[in-house]
């Protein structure tokens, strides 16, 4: 659309890919905002709110990437029935995991009260829930339905904030944001029913990956830790300071804010949809297509010099793509770096704040380049080299973010954008040698399965049906 | 210690056919001695049904998958580079079709002690892929990469595998082909310094040549290379590996044994000094099979009988399309398939489907497995239009109860029906030889003796003359117990 259109051909195609690569996402961050500004004075819900968000992306992200790996093969193999099953199953274990993270907090909290506890626990279960469906949705090509259940569920959300109805506590709003996402996943949930009837209850192969493949499910949940790495080196680093952590508040045991940090990495992180939808256009319009051509010249019995051409296409491929990622991100986020100050809300404008949204800006910048790569190296099945990048990606935010925290206030929000750019370029450096040796990750790195050894009498291969008393010299 | 260790590949005792059976025979006939087997097969299958029943005097059976790899750690202390160029010589071998330097193979790929890395790492290190695409830049740059990789992981990941099998000591080793058995038994009698015997009923290396020049599935994997002109170079490449095996057992073996004279010339021609080749011909138990047989003339109709396998390489579509043949002039015959079917059964359906093509429908009968000392009386002739054969037993098993053959002209079956010296040839001849896939050819042979009792009873009677003088059982196994007893006693082939 973009290429072919003119230029509002162009702003049309960027438009959707942004809408299809980050519109759940910009509707919940709206929703959230939409909600806090309403009432700004309730500190409990946007702890709730983050707390939640955390959790249940950390934890699904675990399952994100083995779910659609299997989910791939499912539709390669036109094995449609095997879909919901497959969702049912994953959703079954993540919802098990949220209530057990979720029920651990409710039962050791002394505060807030029990019903606000147990309405958080069904949030974060819902949120859980429509991180697992979008991972399965996003086969179908529904957009409309997606966004509008998001759009749906976020008026609701938001109308729930409404004094007139004197719904103006914690657990008011709490619990209107709650329904508002209830809704959000029943329309997720009943679009994906819709294209994927059910035939059975459970298909619990869908998790043969975690096994298979280790470092796929690490892969993703680790990045989403490194995500928040920062933001619990922030929030739980108390000991860190002697001075205290600026804007650090404990609300209750395991309920940690520290805001302005959260809300101003949080605004910066909507700075980086423009990477998002060039990537989207870039993969779906050429990369694919010579991925696509790799695989097929293998299948197609190519010769290695014809294979190693496709090669050096990808190679091209993913040089322009890079370039014209990084370029148009590069514009957007240099352009709010420079009006930061602007961008800023009147109550929470100050020199230091801005300092950290700038910093924040460029961990962004570097994160969603990051995270790019990590897809990539995922496309062509190095694990563990993506699993690699997500790790250091953690680790690097986190000790970073704690160095920041040791040396100055000044310097916060620095720490994590050294760490993703870091990260960012090595990841990337891996990403190029290993395409550039495509030819032999493909076929010799393809493991020679062996199976254990028999381990009766002498050593070697070989599997004993008749042995009459010991063999030996 | 075990006196004798067989080494089989997809024979005895899990595949019936001549060849089991005349390792059953040679087991069951020398009680005396304690005998082990080696069964090369292609994946580890539990519970495999036995098609033999094991005689007490087998004190091992080990099965051992050409395909399925076991990983074995490295030797330690071994050097890893030694390991890899040794790799490196191993392809440039099979490549060539020549395997030079057997020890420096055995030192690091195998149980020599100095072996640097596992199998799987060998298949996957940056050392192998350096080989491979050195080897295919050189002699394949314009076949398909992802066929010529697979076939030479293939290959050399069997190789390996096979170099490692247990180490079962014995007194002496006996390969019942070269091949991937012609491997281990030469493997086993580097490691315990004791004799090799090979024996050959069919010649591995042609019959895997054979097999690979008419093989479909290479010729769709070489479907590009005729559009550039190319020759198939796959090929090529599993011919020499088969050549390049088929040498090396040759050459290690200590007496290498055939069953006439047409195999000792081919395993000549594909290696081995002719001054080392003996034969030894099969044999069959005479009093067991033999009986009178009702003359032809007496018969109400006319039965032509197979016995075999129920696979290609018996070609079973050329005897039901002479019989095709045979029928138009005799339309009271009928055709007996008697044998196994369940062996290839897509190639069973396919003759199922012949037969129904051609209208044989009630004339032909495929029984299954069968006591064939009945069946060959109550038959009138045999035929057998192999495409491939060595001393096939149940000719000598046929000529026990008189039975006239036609056979096509592979391996001993000449030999067998006219004779193989000129005493041997004075006794008359026992059948008529045909031309290999022949139908026209096989259905005149059938109606000539079919149409002339007196011809069909000279020939009875030469059969059962000349099982008597050559093919006796009893000499079979006074032969063998003697080459044993020689191998067992011998001192030893090679001192560390």
Not at chain 1, 102 to 126: H, K
Not at chain 2, 110 to 126: C, H, N, P, W
Not at chain 2, 461 to 488: C, F, G, N, P, W
């Amino acid at each position: 659309m973009a290429e072919e259109q003119g230029l509002v051909g162009f702003f049309t195609g960027y438009s959707v890919a942004a809408a299809i690569m980050a519109g759940p996402w910009i509707m919940t961050v709206l929703t959230v905002l939409g909600v806090t500004m309403l009432s700004p004075d309730l500190d409990w819900f946007d702890a709730y709110i983050t707390h939640v968000y955390q959790v249940s992306l950390i934890t699904v992200g675990f399952f994100q990437f083995p779910a659609t790996r299997y989910l791939a093969d499912l539709l390669y193999k036109k094995e449609y029935r095997q879909v919901f099953p497959s969702f049912h199953y994953t959703l079954l274990i993540c919802l098990a995991i949220t209530t057990a993270i979720g029920s651990i907090w409710a039962l050791t909290t002394p505060e807030p009260p029990g019903l606000e506890r147990l309405v958080v626990l069904c949030l974060m279960n819902i949120v859980s829930a429509q991180w697992v469906s979008l991972v399965f949705l996003v086969t179908v090509h529904n957009y409309r339905a997606i966004l509008g259940a998001f759009l749906l569920g976020g008026v609701v959300s938001i109308f729930s904030v409404n004094e007139y109805f004197g719904f103006n506590s914690n657990l008011d709003v709490l619990a209107g944001y709650t329904a508002g996402q209830a809704l959000t996943l029943f329309i997720l949930v009943g679009t994906l029913m819709s294209e994927y009837p059910a035939y059975q209850a459970f298909d619990k192969s869908c998790l043969a990956w975690l096994k298979r493949h280790p470092s796929l499910p690490l892969a993703g949940g680790l990045f989403y830790l490194g995500i928040f790495a920062d933001k619990f080196a922030f929030r739980y680093g108390g000991w860190l300071s002697g001075e205290g952590i600026m804007g650090r508040q404990v609300l209750a045991p395991w309920l940690y804010m520290s805001e302005p940090y959260e809300f101003l990495t949080f605004l910066a992180q909507l700075t980086v949809i423009p990477a998002l939808a060039v990537f989207y256009i870039r993969v779906e319009t050429g990369f694919y297509e010579v991925y696509k051509a790799f695989y097929k010249g293998i299948d197609d019995r190519c010769t290695l010099e014809e294979l190693k051409n496709i090669k050096q296409q990808i190679l091209e491929e993913m040089k322009s793509g890079a370039r014209a990622v990084a370029s148009a991100q590069g514009v957007i986020s240099l352009l709010c770096f420079l009006v930061a100050p602007q961008i800023l809300p009147n109550y929470i404008l100050s020199s230091t704040n801005t300092a950290i949204l700038r910093a924040s800006i460029v961990a962004s910048y570097f994160a969603i380049l990051l995270l790019l790569v990590i897809v990539l190296l995922l496309y062509f099945e190095f694990y563990r080299e993506a699993c690699f990048s997500a790790l250091l990606y953690t680790v690097l935010n986190y000790v970073l973010t704690v160095l920041t925290i040791l040396m100055s206030s000044d310097l916060y929000g620095w720490g994590a954008a050294v760490a993703s750019c870091t990260a960012f370029l090595v990841a990337a450096r891996i990403l190029w040698v290993r395409v550039d040796d495509l030819l032999y990750q493909t076929f010799s790195k393809s493991p020679v399965e062996t199976l254990p050894e028999t381990v009766k009498g002498l050593p070697g291969v070989g599997r004993y049906r008749i042995q009459k008393g010991e063999l030996s010299c | 210690m075990i006196d004798v260790v067989f080494v089989l590949e997809g024979t005895y005792p899990y595949v019936s056919g001549g060849v089991s059976s005349w390792v059953q025979a040679l087991i069951t006939g020398m009680p005396e001695l304690t005998f082990g087997i080696v069964y090369l097969s292609e994946s580890y299958k539990e519970n495999r049904p036995l098609k033999y029943e094991i005689p007490d005097n087998v004190v091992c059976l080990l099965e051992v998958s050409v395909f399925d790899l076991v990983s074995l750690p490295p030797d330690e202390g071994a050097d890893r580079l030694e390991s890899w160029r040794a790799f490196s010589s191993l392809a440039g071998g099979l490549e060539r079709g020549e395997l030079d330097d057997f020890e420096d193979l055995f030192m690091h790929l195998g149980f020599g002690g100095k072996r640097g890395a596992t199998v799987a790492e060998l298949g996957t290190s940056r050392a192998s892929w350096t080989v491979l695409t050195e080897i295919y830049k050189e002699q394949a740059n314009e076949t398909s990469f992802v066929d010529f990789f697979w076939t030479w992981r293939g290959a050399l990941a069997s190789f390996l595998q096979l170099m490692l099998v247990k180490p079962i000591p014995a007194r002496c080793y006996h390969a019942v082909s070269t091949g991937w058995a012609g491997l281990v038994a030469t493997n086993l009698r580097r490691i315990h310094g004791r004799p090799m015997l090979l024996t050959e009923h069919g010649i591995y290396t042609n019959e895997r040549k054979i097999e690979i020049l008419k093989a479909e599935w290479l010729s769709t994997m070489n479907a590009r290379l005729s559009l550039r002109q190319e020759l198939g170079f796959l090929r090529k490449f599993w011919i020499n590996l088969f050549l390049a095996l088929g040498k090396l057992a040759y050459e290690h073996a200590d007496r290498i044994f055939s069953l006439y004279e047409g195999n000792k010339a081919l395993q000549a021609e594909y290696g081995a000094d002719p001054a080392t080749i003996e034969i030894v011909p099969n044999g069959v138990k005479i009093k067991y099979l033999e009986g009178e047989r009702t003359p032809l003339a007496q018969r109400e109709f006319p039965r032509v009988g197979f016995v075999g396998r129920v696979v290609p390489i018996k070609d079973v579509k050329t005897l039901i399309l002479a019989f095709k043949t045979v029928s138009a002039t005799l339309p009271d015959a009928c055709l007996d398939i008697l044998g196994p079917t369940e062996e290839d059964e897509e190639y069973f359906e396919e003759c199922r489907a012949l037969v129904g093509l051609l209208g044989l429908g009630e004339k032909v009968v495929f029984h299954g497995r069968v006591d064939v000392v009945e069946w060959f009386k109550k038959v009138d002739i045999q035929v057998l239009t192999s495409i491939s054969e060595g001393q096939p037993l149940v000719i000598l098993e046929g000529f026990c109860s008189g039975l006239p053959c036609v056979a096509s002209d592979v391996g001993s079956c000449r030999e067998l029906l006219e004779g193989r010296t000129d005493e041997d040839r004075a006794l008359g001849s026992a059948g008529l030889v045909t031309g290999i896939g022949n139908p026209e050819d096989t259905a005149q042979a059938i109606i000539a003796i079919l149409q002339n009792p007196e011809l069909h009873h000279s020939m009875s009677l030469a059969a059962r003359a000349r099982v008597k003088a050559y093919y006796d059982y009893d000499e079979m196994i006074h032969t063998y117990r003697s080459i044993y007893q020689s191998a067992m006693e011998s001192e030893g082939v090679w001192q560390a």
